[in-house]
């Protein structure tokens, strides 16, 4: 059982920056894809950024060129740096670990507001 721990949320004012990190609670193993995806209440959870074991790198439309995802491989820990916030990036924020199975962090709340 793979357990991701997350932090890095909470209130941001609209512009500003916010960074979550991401990492498998004791373990060092590399998964073939990490990320993060994004939920409000009664929609769909949308995918947000995602790296792979090889780099590739995948960002949805709403947020390129604001938000950067890497990988630390030292401390196997997914990042999410996110930059020009907007209201509309407000949603709980939950990474992600993939290889034959999918595994989900418990979701960290992103709130911008002024």
């Known amino acids: 059982q793979v357990t991701l721990v997350e932090s890095g949320g909470g209130l941001v004012q609209p512009g500003g920056s916010r960074r979550l990190s991401c990492a498998p609670s004791?373990?060092?193993?590399?998964?073939?894809?990490m990320g993060w995806y994004r939920q409000n209440p009664g929609k769909d959870r949308e995918l947000v950024a995602s790296i792979s074991l090889a780099g590739e790198i995948n960002y949805s439309d709403s947020v390129k060129g604001r938000f950067s995802i890497f990988m630390d491989n030292t401390e196997n820990t997914v990042y999410l740096r996110m930059t020009s916030l907007k209201f509309e990036d407000t949603a709980v924020y939950f990474c992600y670990a993939a290889d034959i199975f999918t595994y989900w962090g418990q979701g960290t709340q992103v709130t911008v507001a002024s």
């Open positions: 004791g373990h060092s193993r590399r998964f073939n894809s």
